[in-house]
């Protein structure tokens, strides 16, 4: 029941309605009054932490009244809503980001050196939200910032995990994964204690005849866990509309104990009771394109799933409006098949609770679901065992199975010659267990659905779902190519190149409208252009030297060629083709007369990322890394020509300061696997060049930024089965000389004990070099020699990168929102809230 207070007394209210500070005096007033009062602090003992808890908080009032209005605002208009389901969000810092995007960064800066502080200090002191694998969760961090930037009413939803993705250590060389226990303290959630859904599990399924005489199902007798709402302020840039990411966390139905347990002597069943059900939003599962299939994973995907229906059709039936306009009130995009759940949950209740007819539920749900997929790797696609979820989900089964029937008949009517297809497309696949395939679920039970780049939109349409675009037709089947926001991953990231731009431009409307980056272009010959794009390159890669000498303890010179590769630790991403070719630079140098070291363009090369904790594979290829590293790093001979770095506890915040100071970043996937990429993006928008192959949104991007101003290397996606194939039936395997030498020089034990890398080289000399890295092996190296040389000459260099930044208008996140927005969810921006007195 909501209250609103009488027409009478409105005036006070109006009256003493918060505003929003403008000046510096008035941001500063804030700081201090939170200090003082919210944390009982003062200037005599008031640290960085502090001085961070009150800035946060101060900020955290202007955009609560931004919020409240949006929302206030969306609740009167009562426009299509966007709802975006992601069990992952990385969204790093907020701080920063706040204050950039309600454009307070000189009062800030300017109010807190008068308090006594430093701004960057100050930022720094904030935890990163870290509820996110990769790309992914990061992908869809930058969809709300660009949601909220171009005033679309869109909320995100997900799981209020308690333990973000784990914090790595390295110890002697090794990964060590610490967790990630991060709500201490966490100004940026709003409790919502009063906004609570009841989520069922196990139990069965009885069927009655209502006093209609009509045949219906209910769910009963299950488990209950209670989904409390934890909601997180989202600002858009430039704009007071501010969205809302609603997190569930899940809590004990009857409270904090069970007292009649507790009263009966079973004081510990009790409390078990309680962490139990607590223990649903625990833990984010740290694996990135790897599907396990949990049981505790199917359970965070159906607490979540069902709390967000529940909660989007509690806002519908507010409206008052007829079933039929439910897919033009709502939009909900499925971030990848994780809330896959949310297709039979609606059903659950349009047929159980709201008396639907079938086809009017099918049709309804249909209208309102889009999915994006994001890989084709078959180890990544879902597939959940049919007991599990008969066990768990006991109606949601039944209500797959009777999906699953009418698609069938549909298929068999309409491809009555094709009976093969029937088992292919099957949503059930006749496993031993039974397993639900829930990519087929997900393009059954959406109107579009989407790759994330051209070339994964292609291998969509040509593999994993090719049945599926002859029995819907290919308009079903569409591409929106990833983006990033240039909020965060230039603005924020890059200051200084974000003001040159704006210098230039007249003004920072590129970040709103990244397309006028274009006019960068006319200043590629300009001297003075060209003397501070190169002094901000160098800067910011003083500023990583620093920061490795700081937390890594080594020493590089920021002369050196810095070439980088960040990400999660994947075979398919192929760092071990990126270390095996820096041993064979290793090599090389050694073999030289110190005359011939002379000429050669000294190099850093950066690598940093986490492995899965149960990734043998990608642990190994850690631990060789920071083996390549010691040994590398203290050889007299080698010097600064070459250093070896693994920049440990890779993360949105160190992206921040790792993304802008790249000469050459690494994108060296076998062709065909990742499906987009989106680093790619931001090292080349922050002034970096690229190596990569020929995958995900690399190809877009040359595209873009022309062939001369990317290094492409390696074999092609439609060459990859064949090579597979020749490796497994083919005569003998052939190995490059150079990677032989690579091979004996790990197994000779010149980087320590060789037995922890043996997995690595014999999965490729023994079991098929299933990612192709002896193909790329001499194509790669040639091109690392072919970067050496254009690197030499730095006119040639700085002009390459100046065009490439001019010519990144179209990967911003932006574009991606207004393409999903016309393409999928039909929905138009609402206009930002007005404030009183403006
Ligand atoms: C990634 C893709 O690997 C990457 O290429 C893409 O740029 C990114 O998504 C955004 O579209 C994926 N992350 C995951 C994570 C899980 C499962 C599948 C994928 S695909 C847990």
């Not at 219906?216 to 866990?225: A, K």
């Not at 049919?386 to 006991?394: A, D, E, K, W, Y």
């Not at 070339?455 to 290919?474: A, C, E, M, N, Q």
């Not at 501070?532 to 500023?543: G, L, P, Q, S, T």
Request: contains cysteine; aromatic residues 12%.
């Amino acid at each position: 029941v909501e209250a609103s207070v009488p027409e009478e007394q409105r005036e006070a209210w109006k009256k003493h309605s918060a505003k929003e500070f403008k000046t510096k005096d008035q941001f500063e007033a804030d700081v201090v009054r939170h200090i003082e009062t919210t944390l009982a602090r003062s200037l005599f003992n008031c640290d960085e932490a502090a001085a961070y808890a009150g800035t946060a908080l101060a900020l955290r009032d202007r955009l609560i009244i931004e919020w409240n209005r949006t929302q206030q605002q969306q609740t009167f208009a009562d426009p299509k809503r966007v709802y975006y389901l992601s069990l992952e969000f990385l969204m790093g810092r907020a701080l920063d980001n706040a204050i950039l995007n309600v454009g307070m960064k000189d009062v800030a800066k300017q109010g807190l050196e008068e308090l006594g502080f430093r701004m960057e200090d100050v930022i720094s002191q904030e935890r990163d939200a870290a509820l996110g694998n990769g790309g992914l969760g990061r992908l869809a961090a930058c969809f709300l910032d660009s949601l909220a930037t171009l005033n679309y009413p869109a909320w995100g939803y997900a799981l209020r995990y308690r333990y973000g993705i784990f914090r790595q250590e390295i110890v002697d060389g090794y990964q060590v994964e610490v967790p990630d226990y991060w709500l201490d303290f966490n100004p940026w959630e709003f409790p919502r204690h009063d906004v609570t859904v009841d989520v069922q599990f196990y139990g069965g399924v009885r069927k009655y005849t209502d006093d209609s005489g009509k045949q219906l199902s209910v769910w009963e007798n299950g488990e209950i866990v209670t989904a409390v709402a934890y909601d997180a302020p989202i600002p858009g840039y430039g704009t007071r509309t501010t969205n809302n990411l609603r997190l569930w966390s899940s809590k004990a139905s009857h409270g904090e104990f069970d007292f009649t347990k507790f009263n009966s002597g079973e004081y510990e069943a009790s409390v078990a009771d309680q962490q139990r059900a607590e223990t649903i939003s625990a833990v984010l599962y740290p694996n990135d394109s790897l599907d396990r299939g949990k049981e505790l994973r199917l359970k965070q995907q159906y607490f979540w799933c069902a709390a967000s229906l529940f909660d989007i059709v509690r806002r519908f039936k507010k409206s008052k409006k007829a079933w039929k306009e439910f897919a033009n009130q709502v939009a909900i995009q499925l971030n990848d098949t994780h809330p896959t759940l949310a297709i039979p949950e609606l059903m659950r209740i349009l047929l159980d609770q709201e008396s639907l007819e079938w086809d009017e539920a099918w049709s309804i749900t249909q209208a309102t679901f889009g999915y994006t997929n994001h890989t084709v790797m078959p180890e990544a696609l879902e597939k959940w065992s049919v007991p599990l979820v008969q066990h768990l989900l006991p109606r949601h089964l039944q209500i797959i199975y009777n999906i699953n029937f009418h698609f069938l008949q549909y298929v068999e009517r309409n491809f009555p010659k094709e009976r093969e297809m029937l088992s292919r497309v099957s949503i059930i696949e006749e496993s031993e267990p039974k397993r639900v395939r829930m990519a087929f679920l997900a393009v059954i039970g959406s109107h579009k659905v989407n790759g994330v780049a051209e070339l994964h939109s292609d291998l969509v349409r040509t593999t994993i779902f090719k049945d599926f675009v002859k029995i819907y037709g290919p308009d079903k089947f569409t591409n929106v190519t990833n983006g990033i926001t240039p909020r965060r991953w230039l603005h924020q990231a890059n200051p200084r190149l974000s003001a040159l731009i704006a210098s230039k431009l007249g003004g920072h409307d590129f970040l709103r409208d990244l397309n006028l980056l274009h006019k960068v272009e006319a200043y590629v010959d300009d001297e003075e252009f060209r003397k501070e794009f190169r002094a901000i390159k160098y800067a910011n890669k003083v500023r990583l030297a620093k920061y490795t000498k700081e937390v890594e303890g080594i020493t590089v010179n920021p002369s050196s060629l810095f070439d980088i590769q960040v990400k999660r630790i994947h075979e398919y991403k192929r760092q071990q083709l990126n270390i095996f070719g820096v041993i064979h630079r290793y090599l090389e140098l050694k073999a030289m007369t110190p005359e011939a070291r002379q000429k050669v363009q000294p190099r850093v090369s950066f690598f940093g990322g986490k492995a899965a904790p149960g990734y043998w594979m990608a642990k190994m290829v850690i631990h060789l890394i920071n083996q390549v590293g010691k040994v590398v790093n203290a050889d007299p001979d080698i010097g600064d020509l070459l250093k070896v770095v693994f920049l440990s506890d890779y993360n949105v915040s160190k992206a921040e300061i790792i993304t802008p100071a790249s000469d050459i970043s690494e994108h060296i996937s076998t062709a065909g696997t990742e499906a987009s990429g989106t680093s790619n993006m931001k090292f080349v928008l922050n002034g970096g060049l690229i190596i990569g192959t020929c995958d995900g949104a690399n190809i877009e991007i040359t595209r873009e930024v022309g062939e001369d101003n990317i290094f492409l290397f390696g074999n092609l996606a439609e060459d990859v089965e064949d090579l597979r194939h020749a490796h497994f039936y083919g005569d003998s395997f052939h190995l490059d000389p150079s990677l032989q030498r690579v091979f004996d020089t790990i197994r000779s034990g010149t980087f320590g004990d060789a037995g922890p890398f043996s997995g690595l080289v014999d999965s490729i000399v023994d079991h098929g070099d299933y990612y192709l890295v002896s193909d790329d092996f001499k194509s790669y190296v040639e091109t690392q020699g072919l970067i050496d040389e254009a690197y030499k000459d730095q006119e040639a260099w700085l002009t390459r990168t100046i065009t490439a930044v001019s010519r990144m208008g179209f990967f911003s996140s932006d574009r991606c929102i207004d393409e999903y927005a016309e393409m999928i969810w039909n929905v138009e921006p609402l206009p930002p809230p007005k404030m009183n007195g403006a």
